[in-house]
């Protein structure tokens, strides 16, 4: 906050508590004792009159403590502009210290899950049941909640891997995180010679295309694509390179999809979660997405 706007606030929040306490003087002004059944004030509706009583005492005593517990909050608690105020909280502080209760709680489980091999604690049905918590948690805006995917992100179901579906490779995908690189090939095949792949790229799944346009693109595959998708078109784990030979397609399936993808090409990005997540928790969901395909 500026140095301007940190003073408004300071300013503001204390003038209003002083004219609150003002106001309260000011409208006990009159004692009971002083008149004996109070003043009137003066109005009138239908011949009856309103008596201008003071506040009962233990009403104007709640209104005092209000005051004085605004201001002891304000001492202790962060609330004047930029003073921290003497107790020392902050949101992050109380979140940081909810981490860290967590953390030893939760912790010692996690451990004993990460002591056990990925293959072991898919068939500790209280493992996957955590291990199914944290996915909810930390992967399903992306993969989706029942980790099919959509466009884009993969399913995590099926046995089709763009890196690999070893465990280790897996754990090696959430931490360390994944980015595939698909150049773009429109500029240099033209519109000719990406229909032409493209329809050389549906044979590769068995589909049934312009045989002459396939067999033009095929020499054009081999020129341009083998290196990342194969010879045999089967892909490359190690590029995260995906095989174009089993008529799953995780940029879409339409002849249309597949153009687009071989025209813009596209760097999809799995983030590196391992910092984030900790050892142990990477762990446990590897061996969640593991038994999600074994
Ligand atoms: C911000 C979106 C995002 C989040 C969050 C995310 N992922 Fe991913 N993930 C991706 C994308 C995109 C890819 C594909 C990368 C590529 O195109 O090469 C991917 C790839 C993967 C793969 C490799 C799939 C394969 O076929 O080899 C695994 C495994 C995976 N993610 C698991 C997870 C887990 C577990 C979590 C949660 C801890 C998670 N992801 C969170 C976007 C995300
Ligand atoms: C540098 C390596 C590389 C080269 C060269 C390359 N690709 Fe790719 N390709 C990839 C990667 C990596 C992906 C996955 C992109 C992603 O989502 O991260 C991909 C994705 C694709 C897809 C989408 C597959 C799906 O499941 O939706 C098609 C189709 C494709 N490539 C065709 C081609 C064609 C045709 C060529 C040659 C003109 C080519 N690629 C050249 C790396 C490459």
Not at 42 to 58: I, S
Not at 150 to 169: I, K, V
Request: proline share 4%.
């Amino acid at each position: 906050m500026s140095s301007f706007f940190n003073w408004w606030v300071i300013v503001i929040t204390l003038v209003n508590i002083f004219a609150c306490w003002w106001l309260i003087k000011w409208t006990m002004k009159k004692r009971p004792e002083e008149s004996e059944m109070g003043d009137v004030t003066g109005h009138k509706w239908d011949g009856l009159e309103e008596y201008n009583n003071p506040l009962p005492k233990w009403w104007l005593w709640l209104f005092y403590i209000t005051l004085v517990f605004g201001l002891a909050y304000l001492v202790i608690f962060p609330g004047l502009g930029n003073f921290k105020g003497i107790g020392n909280w902050s949101s992050t502080g109380q979140y940081e210290k909810e981490i860290a209760q967590a953390d030893e709680r939760y912790g010692p489980i996690f451990a004993a899950f990460a002591a056990t091999s990925i293959p072991d604690l898919t068939q500790d049905a209280e493992a996957m049941a955590a291990g199914e918590r944290l996915y909810s948690n930390y992967c399903s805006q992306c993969h989706g909640s029942d980790a099919r995917g959509a466009r884009g992100f993969p399913n995590l179901t099926d046995t089709d891997w763009l890196w690999g579906g070893s465990p280790e490779q897996i754990k090696s995908t959430i931490v360390n995180g994944r980015g595939g690189i698909m150049t773009p090939w429109g500029p240099v095949l033209g519109d000719e010679g990406v229909e032409n792949v493209a329809n050389y790229v549906q044979t590769l799944s068995g589909r049934d295309v312009d045989a002459a346009s396939a067999e033009a693109g095929k020499a054009q595959y081999n020129m341009f694509c083998v290196a990342c998708h194969g010879i045999d078109g089967k892909g490359n784990q190690a590029l995260g390179a995906p095989n174009l030979t089993d008529n799953i397609w995780l940029h879409g399936s339409s002849a249309g999809a597949i153009k687009k993808i071989i025209i813009e090409g596209k760097n999809g990005a799995m983030p590196a979660l391992g910092d984030f997540l900790g050892d142990d928790k990477s762990h446990l969901l590897a061996a969640y997405v593991y038994s999600l395909s074994n």
